[in-house]
């Protein structure tokens, strides 16, 4: 049997579950389907600071009230280096600022409010597979919980579907994926501990950085720096906290807090950029398309931005049958996309240990000083840091 919608949505991450909702909100029908069960996808721990811009567009798409509610409403963030702390008051210069949610409540929160609107959000698919892509009427087949195979045919296919997903292998041979890879990881731990200081801190340390974030006032979100072949197992919790003393000390604030862990993690540290996000009916989004490095936790904020701006297209297409803001959907959202590549490779170079070379210490404590005492550095970090705006409007209103 087929169905038909108008939008087949691949992946339940930030970027499918916040189209389905913008492009419901427009009067497009579109079925989300996620290999994940429901649990599983509730309960990943991601990173958890979300762009003013960001939290704008869910408030404007009504999806935001728990967030107001809940998040840690920020100014900026701390840096520490040569033991002494320095805050960065971005909101000073904008008016604007960062809120402290986990990608998890985000996720959540556009879980319950697709329930809401009764339209299909499809768990444990299996076996998602494309085809078509070449001609109007694409045709997406999965496997469903109860082991039968199913096929939707849909007007476009958004591939959400993150950098492991099949969206990305239906790209044209030809597409130039750009990539920096760095020598290291982030260990992430989640604790039961009260955070070193009221905003996120990123300290830099000769030896490497430590990030001390948080999800609430008695439980912290801390990494380390780490060589990129670490093995997990090999970090104790005693080994874990000796090491975020070690490069977190200061003469400022007392020692960090140790207690209970209760998720340990490990993530590479890459930068992608794939320089063509379509392909016939195909658009990805999000993960699928580009990776950036977590320093400045932007992966979230760019697959809503690119969910914005496609479903802008789609509206448009939608009212008017005016194909233009689909057709130029890669041009439109790479600029953004490459600023907030940018954004986070200059955070990573400052902030991490690459090698043994002292120069690259004082070069690194000479950037770093720069950005804790001019107040024009800190307007340009805390524009980005806070949001650039979005390429398009979410909703075409024409
Ligand atoms: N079929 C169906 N679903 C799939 C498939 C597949 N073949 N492959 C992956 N998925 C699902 C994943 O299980 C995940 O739920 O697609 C979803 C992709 O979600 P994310 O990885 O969260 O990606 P995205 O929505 O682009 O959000 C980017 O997530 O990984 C973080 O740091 C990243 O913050 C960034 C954000
Ligand atoms: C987080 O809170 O998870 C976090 C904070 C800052 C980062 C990345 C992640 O740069």
Redesign the pocket.
């Known amino acids: 049997m087929t169905e038909r919608c108008q939008v087949a949505i ?9 189209l389905g909702h913008m492009l419901h909100l427009q009067g497009i029908d579109s079925v989300i ?4 069960s429901e649990s ?2 509730r309960s ?1 721990v ?2 958890g600071v979300l762009e003013q811009t960001t939290v704008d567009l869910l408030t404007d798409i009504g999806v935001a009230e728990r967030l107001r509610r809940e998040a840690l409403v920020h100014n900026g963030f701390y840096l520490r280096f040569d033991r002494t702390t320095h805050h960065l008051d971005f909101h000073r210069h904008s008016g604007r600022h960062a809120y402290v949610y986990g ?1 998890a409540e985000v ?1 959540a929160d556009l879980i319950d409010a697709r329930k809401a609107t009764g339209r299909p959000l499809i768990f444990d ?4 597979t494309i085809a078509d892509i070449d001609t109007d009427r694409p045709v997406v087949e ?1 496997t469903d919980v109860d082991g039968r195979r199913r096929r939707i045919e849909a007007e476009a296919v958004a591939g ?8 990305r292998t239906m790209m044209p041979s030809d597409t130039r994926i750009l990539v920096r890879s760095h020598p290291f990881a982030w260990l992430g731990i989640l604790a039961h501990t009260r955070p070193v200081t009221e905003e996120g801190m990123y300290s830099a340390h000769p030896d490497g950085l430590s990030v001390h974030s948080m999800r609430g006032p008695r439980l912290s979100r801390q990494y380390l720096q780490v060589p990129a072949e670490t093995d997990l197992d090999a970090w104790t919790d005693e080994r874990i906290w000796r090491e975020l003393r070690r490069r977190s000390q200061s003469d400022d604030h007392p020692p960090l807090e140790t207690g209970e862990i209760i998720e340990k993690s490990l993530a590479p540290l890459r930068s992608v950029v794939t320089d063509r996000m379509q392909t016939g009916s195909l658009y990805l ?5 580009h ?2 490095p ?1 320093t400045g ?7 809503i931005s ?1 969910a914005c701006a496609l479903s802008y297209a789609l509206g448009r297409r939608h009212r008017t049958g005016d194909r233009s803001a689909l057709t130029s959907y890669t041009d439109t959202v790479l600029p953004r996309i490459w600023q907030a590549q940018s954004f986070s490779w200059r955070l990573t170079s400052v902030l991490h240990r690459f090698g043994e070379d002292p120069y690259d210490w004082e070069l690194r404590r000479a950037r770093l000083t720069r950005w804790t005492q001019s107040p024009s550095e800190q307007q340009a970090l805390g524009e980005v840091y806070l949001g650039l705006p979005f390429p398009t409007p979410w909703r075409f209103d024409g």
């Open positions: 691949i992946g339940a991450g930030p970027a499918g579950l916040a389907l996620e290999r994940q599983h996808v990943r991601r990173a990608q996720v698919a299996d076996d998602v999965y959400c579907d993150g950098s492991h997903g099949v969206s989004l999000g993960d699928a398309a990776i950036v977590p936790a932007k992966g979230l904020n760019l697959a690119d």
